[in-house]
Antibody
């Protein structure tokens, strides 16, 4: 069974930093791209960024709203993806989800963690 | 970056009504378009992928169409359990979401 478990959320002051983790199990983590998606309370879903597999050079991509402040990384030996968030702003307050999307020629399957809440406030 | 624009942002319809939600991509995305349903306090649920393919277990009253830049999600006969917010999402590279459509029962 595929499981994605986020951790590391909490309260941080504006301008501060926080690092989220996403522990994965039930699939070949090293071969999978991993995404982060966030959702502010009462708002829509916003894609944050993704990291591809080693075979795809660990390529990363980010939403314009977080580019230059957030960094996604992974440790395949620990089956874990990370989201390092720096220079946090109040508008970064949201539930952060780790997601995996499997796309093939004949099917698409998605997996989501339960989310971890990040609150940026003084 | 490709933007996804959904309309309307909310709608209210009666049980049994046909409901249509549209999604427009700022550039062509072929058929790399998914539709999600999200109920309060829950993670999004994948309904449709490849613009028109129904995910296993999703009721047949849901359907999708479109290609390129213009896409549609249709609920043929709205049911009380369909009250939710619906999002379109492109999934070629970045997973950009539309702004969402909140569906309520009149």
């Amino acid at each position: 069974e595929v499981q994605l478990v986020e951790s590391g959320g909490g309260l941080v002051q504006p301008g501060g930093s926080l690092k989220l983790s996403c522990a994965a199990s039930g699939f070949t983590f090293s071969g999978s791209a991993m995404h982060w998606v966030r959702q502010a309370s009462g708002k829509g879903l916003e894609w944050v960024g993704r990291i591809r597999s080693k075979a795809n050079s660990y390529a990363t991509a980010y939403a314009a709203s977080v580019k230059g402040r957030f960094t996604i990384s992974r440790d395949d030996s620990k089956n874990t993806a990370y989201l390092q968030m720096n220079s946090l702003k109040t508008e970064d307050t949201a539930v952060y989800y780790c997601t995996r999307l499997v796309v093939s020629s004949s099917y698409v399957v998605d997996y989501w963690g339960q989310g971890t809440l990040v609150t940026v406030s003084s | 970056d490709i933007q996804m624009t959904q309309s309307p942002s909310s709608l209210s319809a009666s049980v049994g009504d046909r409901v249509t939600i549209t999604c427009r991509a700022s550039q062509g995305i072929s058929n790399y378009l998914a539709w999600y349903q999200q109920k309060p306090g829950k993670v999004p649920k994948l309904l449709i992928y490849a613009a028109s393919t129904l995910q296993s277990g999703v009721p047949s009253r849901f359907s999708g169409s479109g290609s390129g830049t213009d896409f549609t999600l249709t609920i043929s006969s709205l049911q009380p359990e369909d009250v939710a917010t619906y999002y379109c999402q492109k999934y070629n590279s970045a997973l950009t979401f539309g702004g969402g459509t909140k569906v309520e029962i009149k």
